[in-house]
């Protein structure tokens, strides 16, 4: 574990954080475009959906975990962090005083997992607004102030390359998992692939990010660390004693014909394959939910989301948590990571077949990423539609659950449709 942290203007590295949250008003924010306008290039973040959620940027503090423990090192570090803390917060909303935002590895090893407290987030919910200075030393000196930030550069002379596995290759380990599920203890095993993007210059995330949100506003736009996309699954949000999570697995592409779309959606709604897949995913979360919770709402049957490019079966599961004071948002995804929407069934074969035949580091791919406060509460969703920025290149990935019956071809097809949002959002 690792940490590091700016010292500000007015204190020492290890004083501990103080930070103010005054309320802002929502015509001042408007005034200034969007929340990702207020984004500079400085270690930008974001959660976003439907325009509301938050942003932030610079960096207060950080923590850099690996292996098995990264969940739970960096939730003693936030703990710590925050016990620490020195805070004025005047709108005592989920997501004011201060607050972390993190992106965790898919796979124990290696395994590269953050958690990072910015020197201002700006959030905003139905009419509230409100605005987080972070640093060190005296709180009088933290001067919460808004302004907008200079427009991101279009990426330059994108070309995109295969990644670990081409096509044929993939299709094959595809094939491959099908026959082992035929045989073995495994009923499903959700099979990744990723794509490479070279730019002419390092890539601005704020770019793909404007773009994501524009066109993906029903999902949660994401981005830090390098870490970006637009996911419809939330793995995990907890606020004020509720718990809830959005179980996704089943997937049909979209024709741009609604009609067409229309019917389709209900062929997925009665296909059993993709009924039986989403089935693994529900149980799974709720059987991960299920010790926190003192009562839970499972829906019997899921519904089917629509996304500009694909469809989901989606089912929203609920419950009371009993544990909230010992137990935060990032333990809860820690438990309910990885779920059969990302792993498989039953986990420990689905990620051991993964490590086999994927044949590629997922890196934080199908990790939690998301944020939480001090109290705990917070929202975490699964990094999918997603990439991982590095300079002029972007690293792309997108899976598939893979059942008994799956044909290759149309999973690569499916993963070529869940490609769609970032390999757009980096157009110009
Ligand atoms: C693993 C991904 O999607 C998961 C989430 C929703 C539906 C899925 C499916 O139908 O296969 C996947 O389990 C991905 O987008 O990379």
Same mark, same amino acid.
């Given at each position: ?134 640093? !060190?030393?005296?709180?009088?000196? $933290? /001067? @919460?102030?808004? &302004?907008?930030?200079?427009? *991101?550069? %279009? #990426? ?126 529900? !149980?799974?979360?709720?059987?991960? $939910? /299920? @010790?926190?919770? &003192?009562?839970?709402?499972? *829906?019997? %049957? #899921? ?126």
């Amino acid at each position: 574990m690792t940490t590091s942290a700016s010292p500000g203007p007015q204190g020492a590295i290890d004083a501990p954080l103080v930070a103010r949250t005054v309320s802002v008003d929502v015509s001042e924010l408007d005034a200034l475009g969007s929340l990702l306008d207020l984004l500079p290039p400085d270690h930008p973040v974001s959660w976003l959906r439907r325009g509301e959620g938050l942003v932030g940027w610079g960096c207060a503090a950080q923590v850099r975990t690996a292996g098995p423990a990264r969940f739970s090192d960096a939730a003693k570090w936030w703990e710590e962090t925050t016990a620490r803390s020195v805070v004025r917060d005047e709108v005592e909303e989920p997501g004011t005083g201060l607050v972390c935002f993190g992106t965790f590895a898919f796979a124990d090893e290696p395994g590269d997992s953050v958690l990072q407290v910015p020197s201002v987030v700006v959030g905003r919910r139905g009419d509230r607004a409100w605005m987080t200075v972070v640093g !060190r030393g005296s709180l009088e000196n $933290l /001067e @919460p102030r808004l &302004s907008p930030a200079v427009a *991101p550069d %279009a #990426p330059a002379g994108i070309t995109f390359a295969d990644g670990a596995l081409n096509s044929e290759e993939w299709m094959s380990a595809v094939a491959d998992a099908v026959s082992r599920i035929g045989g073995a203890d495994l009923e499903k095993v959700v099979l990744a692939r990723d794509l490479v993007a070279t730019a002419d210059e390092d890539v601005d995330v704020r770019w793909p990010l404007q773009r994501l949100a524009a066109a993906y506003p029903m999902c949660w736009t994401f981005h830090v660390d390098g870490m970006f996309g637009a996911t419809p699954e939330m793995l995990v949000r907890r606020e004020r004693g509720l718990v809830t999570s959005r179980v996704l697995a089943g997937t049909i592409r979209r024709t741009g014909d609604d009609e067409r779309d229309l019917a389709l959606a209900a062929t997925l709604a009665r296909s059993s394959k993709d009924l039986e897949e989403h089935e693994y995913a529900v !149980r799974s979360v709720a059987d991960a $939910l /299920e @010790p926190h919770c &003192s009562s839970m709402n499972v *829906p019997e %049957a #899921p519904f089917v989301l629509h996304l500009p490019n694909v469809m989901h079966l989606a089912t929203d599961v609920a419950g009371v948590v009993h544990d909230a004071q010992t137990v935060s948002s990032l333990d809860l995804a820690a438990a309910l990571h990885p779920s059969a929407a990302v792993g498989g069934t039953p986990t420990p074969e689905a990620t051991a077949l993964i490590t086999e035949i994927e044949r590629m580091d997922r890196g934080r791919y199908a990790g939690p990423v998301g944020w939480m406060d001090a109290s705990g509460d917070g929202e975490w969703g699964i990094a999918l539609r997603s990439g991982t920025v590095d300079g002029p290149s972007v690293r792309l990935f997108a899976g598939c659950g893979i059942v008994a019956d799956s044909d290759p071809e149309a999973e690569l097809a499916e993963a070529q449709a869940k490609f769609v949002p970032v390999r757009d959002s980096l157009a110009t």
